[in-house]
């Protein structure tokens, strides 16, 4: 069985659903139902045509939810309108399925998890990490969102930046190493950004490129983390690169300055350095000030305070690091880093081995665990 295929063909078909005029959360019920009869089905009969496999199940198990809802027998006349087996449409409908979640009676936050869960294919966990808030809570957010949405006809287009912040996490989830989202997330914003001219949809276009140029060096071939300041420079991908660097000086030049092109001017900055130890930290530490002011958000507080101290020493960045609040993600992670520059290896250690039992995803818990044992030995 190919999951990954299944996954893939997964945000086309709750698209075609919506479209033939499925309301958004029976169209979910009915595509994971169609997701279930081919994981039993598959292995023993592969259709030739995936795609329109899922689009008539789903749509049969749509209609049969239709014939049995009294309270929906208005819509009894689709019975009739069942699409027959086929090539499916190849026209992708992803990018359109992003636009018609961020749907207008919802929040933005309501509006970007709902996306993330139904079209992105991210757990409620990994949603939940995004925010910063308890798995329980984001379930019920979710369940509140389908809820609010449910009978709703999806041609309402919500907004460009709910679409971009969808687009942000998605990416950053892929990027994580968690799920292999990021280069999907690429293309969709190439699309966009093909299609409305917005310098923030620039800047997160120019983001991706940047980080994503450097993923191959991100991991050693034992599939270790390799921390930025020790990787292989000669590994990144210099013309997405300078593509990146392009599109966001174009933005930039706009002087409409947004969070996206923000972070773009950071990874750039770490991009443009031939060696780490070239890096301009001080301009780096400027736009997480101009990041900082556009968001307030804690984590870019905790991103600065280690480029201050990088900047300006060690001590300079534990003094910004104990105005946060130490149950932020990777703080423990970064006061042993910060405490390690200092020279300070009894702390540096306790507290990367503390880092550990907090990390996200083993490679990073794998990583932490290896920085205290190299300090425990130099004790």
Wanted: glycine share 6%; with cysteine.
């Amino acid at each position: 069985m190919n999951e990954v295929l299944l996954r893939n063909l997964t945000p086309s078909v709750l698209a075609i659903l919506v479209r033939r005029g499925a309301d958004f959360a029976a169209a979910e019920d009915a595509v994971q139902d169609a997701l279930v009869e081919a994981v039993r089905v598959w292995p023993a009969d592969p259709p030739r045509d995936p795609k329109g496999w899922l689009v008539t199940v789903a749509w049969r198990r749509f209609l049969d939810t239709v014939r049995a809802d009294a309270a929906r027998r208005r819509r009894e006349d689709l019975v009739n309108e069942e699409p027959a087996p086929g090539p499916a449409p190849a026209a992708d409908d992803t990018l359109r399925l992003y636009f018609l979640c961020a749907h207008p009676s919802l929040t933005p936050s309501s509006a970007v998890a709902l996306t993330l869960r139904a079209v992105g294919g991210l757990t409620t966990r990994q949603i939940a990490r995004a925010y910063l808030v308890p798995e329980a809570t984001m379930a019920q957010r979710i369940s509140r969102a389908k809820r609010t949405v449910s009978g709703l006809r999806f041609d309402q287009p919500g907004d460009v930046a709910t679409v971009l912040r969808v687009l942000y996490l998605v990416f950053n989830e892929g990027y994580s190493g968690d799920v292999d989202l990021a280069a999907e997330a690429i293309r969709l914003t190439r699309q966009l950004a093909a299609v409305i001219d917005h310098p923030e949809v620039a800047g997160l276009l120019a983001l991706m490129l940047l980080h994503h140029a450097r993923r191959a060096a991100r991991t050693a071939p034992d599939g270790s983390l390799v921390p930025l300041a020790e990787q292989d420079r000669g590994r990144w991908d210099t013309a997405s690169i300078a593509e990146g660097v392009g599109i966001l000086q174009a933005a930039l030049a706009r002087d409409r300055l947004g969070e996206f092109q923000a972070q773009a001017a950071i990874a750039a900055l770490h991009a443009d350095a031939p060696t780490a130890e070239e890096t301009d930290w001080v301009q780096i530490v400027e736009w997480y000030d101009e990041l900082a002011h556009l968001t307030d958000s804690p984590i870019v507080r905790l991103n600065r305070a280690v480029a201050v101290g990088e900047a300006d020493g060690p001590r300079a960045g534990l003094a910004a690091l104990a105005a946060l609040d130490d149950s932020l993600p990777r703080h423990t992670a970064v006061a042993a880093y910060l405490h390690e520059r200092d020279g300070d290896l009894a702390t540096a250690a306790r507290l990367y081995a503390e880092a550990a039992q907090k990390a996200p995803n083993l490679a990073e818990r794998d990583h932490l665990t290896r920085q205290a044992a190299r300090l425990n030995a130099r004790r």
